[in-house]
């Protein structure tokens, strides 16, 4: 007899059983043939979590929050208009501006530090210990740094200056760009 036919057959009471087969050892554990338990009991389940999404939905022209992304020496680099709730790290790569992520928002670089202005950094919550820690390796450190990817954008950031360190550190290739993921 095949060890499948060994199997779909055997009956099991509800403690562990053991049958050798030659050098493979299976356990389980059921109070029904294994041909017979329903068929959610038969499949295996896979668990995943999702996949964060890359890149924001642009709002209707005039309809959006207003932010202005400046160089570290104040010069303008561009403005875009964002929805409520995108953060500064996705808003920035939608918009081809020079934000890298290289961690993709999961705290674990520096690489989307940004220096706000005093008043937008007052409205925002606190900084969690995981953002400090890394902000902690951001180059050119300010009192109003933050990470990117951890700042939500509300309604209250309207006209707001976004401005962007003179330099990143990152264990990356100097002089590639960012691209989108």
């Not at 400046?70 to 081809?96: A, H, P, R, W």
């Not at 976004?162 to 290739?173: G, H, Q, Y």
């Amino acid at each position: 007899m095949s060890a499948q036919r060994l199997l779909a057959s055997a009956l099991c009471s509800r403690t562990i059983c053991a049958r050798q087969m030659g050098t493979v050892a299976v356990r389980w554990t059921t109070a029904a043939p294994i041909h017979s338990r329903p068929p959610s009991a038969q499949t295996r389940r896979l668990h995943s979590t999702p996949v964060r999404m890359h890149g924001i939905d642009r709002p209707a022209p005039g309809t959006g929050i207003k932010l202005h992304f400046s160089d570290s020496k104040g010069s303008l680099i561009k403005t875009v208009e964002v929805n409520e709730g995108d953060n500064i790290l996705d808003i920035g790569q939608e918009y081809d501006i020079d934000l890298e992520g290289a961690c993709e928002g999961s705290i674990a670089c520096s690489t989307c530090h940004v220096i706000l202005e005093p008043q937008v950094y007052d409205m925002l919550p606190e900084p969690e210990d995981d953002e400090n820690d890394m902000l902690d390796m951001a180059f050119g450190l300010t009192d109003t740094s933050r990470l990117g990817c951890q700042v939500k954008i509300t309604r209250g950031m309207d006209g707001c200056v976004v401005k962007l360190p003179s330099a990143t550190r990152n264990m990356f290739v100097d002089g590639a760009k960012p691209t989108k993921h």
